[in-house]
DNA sequence: AATGAATGAGGTTTCATTCAT
DNA sequence: AATGAATGAAACCTCATTCAT
């Protein structure tokens, strides 16, 4: 099943392969239902490999959840080429978001689902990651008000409720994308950048939609 | 600590005391985390007991999620006045489901949170829901386009895209609001909305985002 | 092997049967070597019984150390009438903690070996009751030496010096009778007997012996 | 932290070296608690040294006793004059022995604690020691005996007895001098030839402590 | 309607020990 | 002379589940 085993591998490659097996494993079982069993024969190595190495389930999940968040951070940072307009931007990256996390489904699962149902030396793992994202989109959104001239300017405190929303309708589609046949990268991209885009621009143009008097 | 020990309770009464505890307990620390044991000792009965009442842990878990759906689902029916303009009844249905999540948050955390991470009896079940709640926010879409005379209408793909987009975001923001102080259900709705709204007019307009050259 | 394997006892007989074969087999094997599926076994339960009845390894230890020093500080004060003169009592109450680490040498060893090579919960709950034994000893030399109106009167600080050799020795020999095959307990009390009354009547006589210029 | 890591050393070296560790680690951890880990890293080596050296953990320690029952030995020899009276020869000894065993309290512990708490190979291999020791006390007695014409002769058993109380009450005050703070060797020594040295003579003097009709 | 007594199965973790270089 | 890589076996502990009343 797992990895050929072959013998005797240098630590730094073993402990490669040991994290892709647990990332495999924690993310179609879960945190708990993930036992070192599994992960270990998945990894093609014994347990006490696993142990000696990576120390505790604890830290292993850990170690999961911060080399998976790296990576994903890094492939949308490559994903977008600073030089183009914000709203290039912006499209671009949610692609490369929604590629990667359908590439690496396990992974996403594990950052989106599992590290966030199993307290808290987990939460704030994936917290941090989520913050950077969330202010790189920040950033994005406040250059594009720039770019338009957005008059009156938008306030902070809107900003970032968009860029919130934003996050958090694209790491709800990323699940719904996996989960669904037939639904492509590019297409979960498209489907949110129309939704944002628009809510955008009416906020720029001081088109807000207000509440009925309540 | 649980209900208070009273003998000889109706089975219905016992079943509800029972579902609460569990609701409480699978919510704060996850389906497998949370033991049989815990459970029996917050509702004030002994283990044997809730066999006898609810089978095993799965089924209980599954009871737990088909009477946490029904009653979030009646409690957005409920908030909805069918007589309203589809605008007005989809910020009541947003409200209703913030308050609901926010008065509930464990049982939000078994709908959103463990039911999705804990493989296929449970997952198919909230999938129902979150069916029904989908089609319920396309109908109020679909209106909302007629109303407006949207022309030319609204390509169905497209509603069901945003329909997704929209109910994805209200589930993210659910949880973020409840784990978020200082954010209420109003707060949370009255962003959704914007955003939302905006996307909505847009596209009823015409005047949809397109991605650049792919 | 174990008790008659009889099924359904109440809860407090299961736990002195589980003690019963801690003891025996803390004592034979030692704390960390002893494992509790054989302490399981000889009790005739499965293993989570004696979980759920006494906690860990550790409270398991614990409360065999705490339930033994109690029956043995009860062995030596039963043995002795407070009536009879001093001389009298002491050997009577050497008698009784000779017996009874003779009937009962795997608790003499939970107490004297074991318990003393596994470091703090442990070392202290034997080092109450080593205290009550030794303070019981040191009344019994005091009032030995009021009975021989010792004059001068014996320094307390000899006393409380005779009273820790003696029962640091009767400590050893208690170890050494059992490991020796026929020494009797009377006769080891004898020995010690002789040992100790001689240096009382020295000490009471002023007769002390002096080390040679150092 | 261990011994500095210098490389290449020639084999008796390296094997002091372990077993210096190995004593440290087994006086203060216990024999099943000690892990082979732990004592190689304290030795400054590789664990598979340490087994091409000392073959397995069960070897390592008789290695440690037999080394270390051998050097208390030869302090306790090299400490006693026999030109000197039999009194000043016990005296030399108990201050040899009681410096012995507070400047190498973890080799006590070894010899005295953990070898005797680990079955069979072990409890024999100190058994050896003792015996030694026993042997030299009971020739001093004997020694002493003669030099007071002691009248009538003191019978061999009550001589056993008598140093098999000495030794026995000497072994137990060396672990309460090493665990009791400011309690010196020389303390140590002088209560116990007090003790030991006023029964002596009042055997040799015919005056032994009768029981009371049993 | 309800429970005290009990367990099979499986989880994480540690450890003495060996292999190949 | 010395070690990095690796493991079989067994320890402690927990849990869903049942039996007998």
Redesign the interface.
């Given at each position: 099943m797992g990895a050929v085993k072959s013998k005797r591998m240098p630590r730094a490659v073993r402990e490669q392969q040991m994290m892709d097996a647990a990332v495999r494993t924690f993310g179609q079982?879960?945190y708990?239902?993930a036992s070192m069993d599994e992960i270990a024969e998945l990894a093609g190595v014994s347990k006490p490999l696993v142990y000696l190495y990576l120390n505790s389930k604890e830290d292993l999940f850990s170690a999961c959840i911060r080399r998976e968040a790296q990576s994903l951070l890094e492939a949308v940072r490559a994903g977008v080429d600073p030089e183009l307009p914000a709203?290039?931007q912006l499209?671009a990256g949610l692609r490369a978001f929604f590629v990667h996390t359908a590439e690496n489904p396990d992974a996403w699962?594990v950052l989106h689902?599992?590290a966030?149902?199993?307290g808290e030396p987990f939460v704030s793992e994936v917290g941090c990651m989520r913050d950077e994202i969330v202010a790189f989109v920040t950033g994005l959104i406040g250059a594009a008000a720039r770019e338009a001239h957005s008059d009156p300017a938008l306030a902070d405190r809107d900003v970032a409720?968009?860029a919130?929303?934003l996050v958090?309708?694209a790491?709800?589609?990323a699940?719904?994308a996996n989960?669904t046949p037939d639904v492509s990268a590019?297409?979960a991209a498209?489907?949110?950048?129309?939704?944002?885009?628009?809510?955008?621009?009416?906020?720029m143009h001081a088109?807000?939609?207000t509440?009925?008097a309540?």
């Open positions: 079982r879960g708990r239902a709203d290039a499209w699962s689902r599992q966030r149902s199993h409720g968009l919130q929303a958090g309708a790491e709800s589609l699940g719904w989960d590019r297409e498209a489907t949110l950048m129309n939704f944002a885009w628009a809510g955008l621009e009416n906020l088109r807000p939609w509440p009925p309540a």
